[in-house]
């Protein structure tokens, strides 16, 4: 009888333990946040547990499959919306990511007028000096702007600077700037961010290392980009700072805004061997805004290929070119006399060119990487270099072979346009083989024309070819070709292209 008393209520207590567990994950399935789910789209809606206005909207001319990174996301600012997605809403070790938020804050009160980019921030720096026994610590004074430190962090990625900035805009007191850090972040709505020290090294216990998802740092990311001083210094391939006593210049971390200068314009690499290799990047090519964060990488450069693709697929997919100076003139143009872009009667062609390359491989990459950044297949990879495996060694060495295309300018074009109206084109002109007209005109006589046939040349995207005809779009192009996908133009394809009668 005791026994019966005894378990009643044990039982009783079991049950309500299963019953609020099955609650909770019901609840957190309706609520859309999932970690470690493949097929987002089937649960991801408006973030509303992330109170983050996204919306998820997979663009399917993005072919990466998420290998070399452990989470990350690509936004288009424009839409708003999330295009590609890799476990977004899994906390993992972010490094020296929290810079971004130590930045953020010590913008935020040079705005304010609390402190200004020209003040002196001193300390002394310990300095240890010769071996073993002989080793003695030297005590320097060193003084730098409150400049040239966000400089330096945000750059180089200097710990000393980052620490620093965070002790003079929190008058002295690091661990009220770290709870201010953790504050911002809620206010913000990055309700996944932990913030234990203002340079992302690693806690002395792991649970306590600074972490994040991918949604937080975009929100992060959002909240930066609306400071032009900001992406100012992001955008830095390179910098100068002084303390007083010597200039040094700093290298910016991030290999794709020293590569693609204009276009990238931020934001922060991060690295600790818990957290791996993670970056959050911005580009702005054409003013179309994208953001990408990526985290958990096991190499610097399988990082920058997988950001530099998964941007280059969709300003594909929209019509943009790739990241990448387009139509720019060689240097000894200018100074030969020789037309370029900016001449009102200028023209050029392409000549086109097989090329062999040999590519090194990376710690920790994958054919499928290589094959996109060379913009070619994995079987072709492999037959090139007679490989019956996808197995790959850090060090080896893999033929590849490419079609470059040399930009010629010329006074006057080859071959003028065709122009139509709404019927089918002639197929009189033929383009050449090796030298192909890449820009033409409506002649003077078309008042009643509609359209110009247009050729699709090597290196042509919807967005250029509508940029060189008053009148045009490329949603316009789009809709009239009857184009759904922008990888469906290859070179050859005939396109209708609206102009101005």
């Not at 663009?59 to 288009?76: E, H």
């Not at 009102?344 to 062999?356: E, H, L, M, Q, W």
């Not at 040399?406 to 346009?417: C, D, F, L, T």
Request: some cysteine.
């Amino acid at each position: 009888m005791l026994n019966r008393i005894l378990t009643r209520p044990m039982c009783s207590l079991a049950f309500a333990v299963v019953t609020v567990f099955s609650c909770l994950q019901v609840r957190a399935g309706t609520d859309g946040v999932v970690a470690g789910t493949e097929d987002s789209s089937l649960f991801l809606g408006n973030f509303s547990i992330l109170n983050a206005p996204y919306s998820y909207n997979p663009d399917p001319s993005i072919r990466y499959d998420g290998m070399g990174i452990k989470a990350g996301l690509l936004y288009d600012v424009e839409t708003k919306k999330i295009v590609w997605q890799k476990e977004m809403n899994q906390a993992l070790p972010i490094a020296s990511l929290t810079k971004m938020m130590v930045a953020l804050i010590t913008v935020e009160d040079v705005k304010a007028g609390l402190v200004h980019w020209d003040d002196d921030v001193s300390w002394v720096r310990d300095l240890a000096v010769g071996k073993r026994r002989k080793k003695k610590i030297i005590h320097t004074p060193v003084t730098y702007t409150l400049h040239d430190l966000f400089k330096a962090a945000m750059i180089a990625s200097n710990n000393e600077a980052s620490e620093q900035m965070a002790r003079y805009v929190g008058n002295g007191d690091l661990r009220s700037f770290i709870d201010r850090m953790n504050k911002r972040a809620l206010e913000l709505g990055m309700n996944s961010t932990y913030y234990s020290n203002p340079t992302g090294l690693p806690a002395s216990v792991r649970t306590l290392d600074n972490s994040s998802n991918p949604v937080d740092l975009l929100t992060l990311a959002l909240e930066m980009v609306k400071y032009p001083e900001i992406l100012e210094v992001t955008g830095m391939g390179y910098a100068d700072v002084q303390n007083g006593r010597y200039t040094q210049q700093l290298r910016n971390h991030n290999r794709l805004a020293i590569d693609y200068n204009g276009e990238v314009d931020g934001m922060k690499t991060g690295y600790t061997r818990r957290a791996g290799f993670c970056l959050v990047a911005t580009s702005n090519k054409c003013d179309y805004r994208l953001i990408s964060v990526a985290l958990g990488s096991n190499a610097p450069g399988t990082r920058n290929d997988i950001v530099k693709g998964l941007i280059n697929e969709y300003y594909t997919s929209v019509g943009i070119d790739r990241l990448g100076p387009y139509c720019h003139a060689p240097a000894d143009m200018y100074a030969a006399g020789i037309p370029t872009p900016t001449d009102s009667n200028a023209d050029y062609i392409f000549k086109s060119k097989t090329v062999r390359k040999t590519h090194t491989v990376r710690r920790g990459e994958h054919l499928a990487v290589i094959a996109d950044k060379y913009n070619c297949s994995v079987g072709e990879v492999k037959r090139w270099n007679k490989m019956r495996t996808t197995r790959l060694l850090a060090g080896q060495k893999l033929k590849i072979y490419t079609t470059v295309q040399e930009k010629i300018y010329v006074q006057n074009p080859v071959v003028p346009a065709t122009i139509a109206s709404d019927e089918p084109e002639s197929t009189d002109v033929q383009p050449s083989e090796k030298v192909v007209v890449a820009h033409a005109e409506p002649a003077p006589s078309a008042e009643a024309s509609k359209y110009v046939i247009y050729t699709v040349q090597p290196g042509d995207t919807l967005f250029n070819i509508s940029q060189r005809y008053e009148g045009s779009t490329v949603q316009m192009l789009k809709k009239i070709n009857k184009i759904n996908n922008s990888r469906s133009i290859k070179v050859g394809t005939k396109l209708k292209v609206p102009v101005n009668s």
